[in-house]
Structures are given as C-alpha cells and as structure tokens.
C-alpha cells in the first residue's frame, strides 16, 4: 500500500526518509523511491522493487540535502517499474510530487494538458497533478498557489507532498478525501510528514493531522494550515504516546474506528497493481491461471468464516453472473464434513483475513484430498491460507486490529469482482466493451466510499436513537443480502444487541411475526436490480409497526415518507453496491457500541485469528 515520508529540517533528509520508508514496508508496495534537494537540485533515486534495491541505488550514487521526500508505490495505473515509480519530476525539473490515490478523472486531464504542450514520462495518473502545478507556475503563481489551483481540479481522493527548487524552504501537504492520511510531525527547526505514525513516530510526539480538503505550507520552524479554498485554518498538536500499539490510533478512540476510515485507502491498495484502466484489463499474476484453465472450471466453492463468509456471498452472484461458472458458498466448519462433490475440475476458493482460521485450512485440506484447485483470497503474507494454496489473491489492506473485520471486508469484495472479470474475460463469457466497463467502474470505488464516510455525523445521530435497542432485524436482497447478514454480525459482535440478518423476500415466512412496538428494521435498498421489491418489503415493516432504518440511494424520493432514519449512500454500480451499502452499517455498529461504552475493539468471547475449530 502507498507510503509517503518527508523531511525539513537541518540533518540529511536521505536516511530519515529512508527509515521512514522501511518502516512502512508492512502495508505493501511494488516500487519505491527518494527525492532530495541537493546542493540547489532535485535529485531522484527510484526503481521496482523493495526499499532494499533503493538503498543500493542509494549507495551507489549518493544524494544528501535537508529537504527531502520519499514513496512506496502499489500500482493503479502503470506497471510496477522505474518510470513509473514515485516521486515524479516536472518536465522542468524545478518541482517533485509523491501522491496516494487514484485521479479518477485524469484522463480527461491528460489529453487537455498534452494539448498545451506537456510531456508525459509515464503511465501513471500522478502525473497529471505535477504538470498542472507547473501549468500554473508558468503563469506566475507561487508554489503554494500553482498546488491548491492544481489540486481543486482532481476528482477522487487523495494524499500530495509537493517540493519545488525554487522555494527550497518549504513543502506542501494537502489531503483530500479519505485516500489516506497526512500527518505532520513537529520537531526543534524541523518537521516531518508521513502518511502513517510509525513513519515518523521515532523523531516526534507532536503531531498534527490533515483533514480533508486542507493543505499545509511546511518549513522548518512553521506550519501553516489552509483549505483548499485558501482560507486559514486553526489546528491542534496532538501529543501521541510512544507506544507503538496506542500510536497506530493515530486521532482514533479505537482500531475499529480507524479501520473503517482506512477503507478509501485499502480499497485503492486492493485494486493497485491489478487493473489496466487504459485497456481495461485485469491482471491478477499470483493465480496463474490459463484461458485453458479458466474454461475447465466446471464448479466453484467458496468456503469462509464469519463475515469472510458474506464476502463469499457476494463473490458467488458477480462470479455467477459475470463468469458463468456455478458457485456454491460453505461454511468453513461444514465443509469438510458433509463430503463435498469436488474433483479436479472444481477450484475452491477460501477468503480468510488472517490465513490461519482453522477451519477454513480444514476445508483447504479437504479440498486438497479430492483434487480440486485451491485458491485463496487471503490479507497476511505469508499465512499458510497463501502457502497452501495453487494461488492467491492478497487483500493489501494492511494489519486489521480490532476483532471486528471492516476493511478486510470490503476489500474481498472488490477482489471478487476482479476475480469474476478476469475468469469471465478467460472464458468469453464477457465482450471487450463488457469487460472494459466493469474495469472502469472500479476506479470510482475509493471516491464512493469516502463519500460514505464523509456522512458519518448522520449515521451517529441514527445510532444515538438505537442504542437503547434489544434486537433488530436486517434485511437485504439479490447482492446486498450478505449486506444484511454483515450488518447484524457488526451489531451482535461488537454491541451485543441481538440482531438478525435475513433474505427480505423470506420475511413473510417467519420474522414478520417479530415486526411490533418499534422493532428496528434496517433495510438495505439501494437503486439496484432489487429495488422494487425491497420497497415492498419496507412498507410492510413499517405497516406492522416497525422502525425502519433504509440504506438508500442519493435522491430516492419514494424511501424517505416510509422510513424513520435514511443512512444515504452515493449512487453506485449495482455490482459494487455492497461496498458502499455496508460502510454505514459499519459505523451504526460501531457509534451504538461505542454510546455503550463497551470494548469496541476486543469484544468478549471473540479473537481475531481462530485456530481451533
């Protein structure tokens, strides 16, 4: 996953960045590189490859200077190699940039700036950015001007550290959205910038963090807080424990409220390194999977655990429906007892955050035994959920601490939609104009749930009304049916309010009888291919009396007059829909647990890894 470090100050910037690098080697990149004001120049060292081949590059030719920035890159667009690798250089040499995110619009940029004469190096979105900040440094604008009038342009989310020769005296930070956080470290005529703690958490306590749409003029003894719009902005230091479990938290009261927030970032992580945008292909190389291969796949098993599960779920209507191969979903535990019909024509998939779940390696085993192809969806490196298998998929969500999954949730989700493309491209059952839609809608994925995130006063003021709640009900259909199920498990785990999630086409065969005296009834009923019916399902929750809580849409106008509370949500591509739809039952869960005041990240009787069955 992209890391960003950077250094003012008096010492040399190369070896602080550098630490700072390999300290954020843990969430997963393909190329890095160093950018350093040396001796009045912009000297920059890059390559593929881990941070060890950076240093080698480092030591062969030396650069040193007191104003430096570096980066860790996982892929979005541009294959992983050195012209594509961060930091990126104007075509005059006078200015350097490390971004995290995706310019979702930056094609239309590309062609409007190539038009005025601009060069580009590589095949990156990133690239845009620079060559609008020196569009506008030609025009006489200074460099904290050219940032913020480059930036206001950019569709997405994101994170930018700026340096210009020019004015070596300082660097520009800004952030926008959820791609990522930008942290600034304060020390003695010095300052540090990160996109993580632990980047910078060796030199300094006092840290100040960047919220979206606000942009940060850096030297070495000032900071200067500002919106995107130019207005002046206060801030507060805060003083972060060296510890470095506490520390992670960053501005978060819990793991799991960070995690939640992380998902902008780790849904752009998932998807880096695996999508062609430009000729809308998806690449996922640690399957080796042949067309041949693809076409004799008679049967598929996904087999998980919990909310893994329900990411199953979903991944069987997109592999379904896209890929024409036929899925069944198991749970890990049942598996391997109930002797599968599986052979060498099979592939069974397993989804596990943590690779080591028992029964899901039991059921890896089983799969094993009777000749099928194992393939794993898996978010630790090196887990033997990835070792075990003929082939994997890894989440690149980074470490997920609080027991209750959330952004290795998502994450699946988007992997088994990239997964549904590649074997449907494989087996022709998707054209090139199909296959290259289903690419480009990927790219809005990060931008649609940062705008989720951006709502989460609404969801809390929801929460604030159920917290006093004993039970609810969740209902969903078609894709978002695992939404429901996914929504209750965050209830029932983390604040122990007895929750059902069940397919809403059922309710009339049962849980209706349980619709009186202001039950709340959460609906998921985005503008999908199930609309319709879930409305349905709404007016008879609320005719029996029901409190309804509708996840709906971006200007739906027929939920609002049959529901209590709507926890909006941006409108989406329906295949994708259960990554947005979910966000918001995410933070319901976790602002009800919270108002309880319970242990939001360690709840009773859970673990994170299960390793016994």
Not at 117 to 122: H, L, R
Not at 277 to 287: A, E, K, S, Y
Not at 357 to 369: C, H, I, P, S, V
Request: hydrophobic share 40%.
């Amino acid at each position: 996953m992209c890391g960003i470090v950077g250094y003012i100050g008096s010492k040399n910037a190369t070896p602080v960045v550098m630490e700072g690098l390999k300290r954020l080697e843990y969430r997963g990149y393909d190329s890095a590189g160093i950018a350093v004001l040396d001796d009045g120049e912009i000297q920059v060292r890059r390559d593929a490859g881990k941070i060890a081949h950076l240093e080698n590059l480092v030591r062969k030719d030396p650069i040193q200077g007191q104003v430096g920035i570096g980066h860790t890159r996982w892929a979005t667009h541009g294959e992983p190699n050195m012209r594509n690798a961060h930091p990126h250089l104007g075509m005059t040499g006078d200015v350097v940039i490390v971004h995290n995110g995706i310019v979702e619009n930056y094609l239309t940029l590309r062609e409007e700036l190539r038009s005025e004469g601009a060069v580009f190096k590589s095949e990156t979105d990133t690239e845009v950015i620079i060559h609008l900040i020196e569009r506008y440094l030609a025009a006489g604008h200074s460099l904290e001007k050219a940032v913020r009038m480059a930036l206001r342009q950019l569709e997405g989310a994101h994170g930018v550290v700026v340096l210009s020769k020019n004015e070596p005296d300082k660097i520009i930070a800004a952030r926008i959205g959820n791609a990522g956080g930008v942290v600034i470290g304060l020390g003695k005529d010095e300052m540090y910038i990160a996109s993580d703690l632990p980047a910078i958490l060796e030199h300094t306590r006092e840290m100040v963090f960047l919220e979206s749409r606000q942009m940060a003029v850096i030297q070495r003894s000032d900071l200067q807080i500002s919106s995107l719009d130019g207005d002046s902005v206060s801030f507060e230091v805060q003083n972060v424990p060296w510890d470095p479990v506490s520390a992670e938290k960053g501005e978060y009261r819990h793991f799991m409220h960070k995690e939640i927030h992380e998902q902008v970032r780790s849904l752009t992580d998932t998807i880096g390194g695996r999508v062609d945008f430009d000729q809308g292909l998806v690449r996922i190389p640690t399957l080796e999977i042949s067309e041949e291969e693809a076409k004799g796949i008679k049967r598929m098993y996904i087999t998980a655990c919990g909310t893994a599960a329900y990411a199953g779920m979903v991944g069987k209507v997109l592999i379904e429906r896209i890929a024409r191969i036929p899925v069944e979903v198991e749970i890990g535990s049942e598996f391997r007892y109930r002797d599968p019909i599986v052979d060498e024509n099979t592939v069974v998939l397993v989804i596990s955050q943590s690779g080591e779940t028992a029964d899901t390696l039991a059921a890896m085993e089983e799969g094993r035994q009777k000749g099928a192809t194992l393939w794993s969806i898996v978010n630790v490196i090196g887990s033997q959920a990835m070792r075990t298998a003929d082939g994997y998929i890894s989440m690149q969500v980074g470490p997920e601490i609080g027991v209750a999954s959330t952004k290795a949730y998502t994450a699946p989700l988007v992997d088994v939609y990239m997964l549904a493309i590649l074997l449907g491209e494989l087996r022709g059952t998707i054209n090139e104009e199909e296959r290259k839609k289903l690419v480009a809608d990927l790219r809005l994925v990060p931008d649609l749930a940062g705008k989720c995130l951006d709502r989460e006063q609404d969801v809390e003021a929801v929460a604030e009304q159920l917290m006093e709640a004993e039970n609810a009900l969740y209902l969903g259909r078609g894709i978002n049916m695992p939404t429901a199920y996914e929504g209750a498990l965050k209830l029932k785990e983390i604040s122990y309010i007895h929750a059902e999630g069940y397919p809403a086409g059922e309710m009339k065969h049962g849980p209706i009888a349980l619709i009186e005296g202001d039950l709340p009834v959460v609906a998921i009923a985005p503008k999908d291919p199930w609309y319709e019916k879930m409305f349905s399902q709404i007016e008879q929750a609320k005719a029996r009396g029901g409190r309804v809580i509708a996840v709906a849409t971006d200007g739906d106008e027929q939920i609002p007059p049959v529901a209590d509370h709507v926890l909006w949500v941006p409108e989406t591509p329906w295949r994708l829909s259960p990554v947005t739809t979910v966000i918001p039952l995410q933070l319901l869960a976790y602002h009800i647990a919270a108002l309880r005041g319970l242990d939001v990240d360690q709840p009773r009787n859970l673990a994170k890894s299960v390793t016994v069955e």
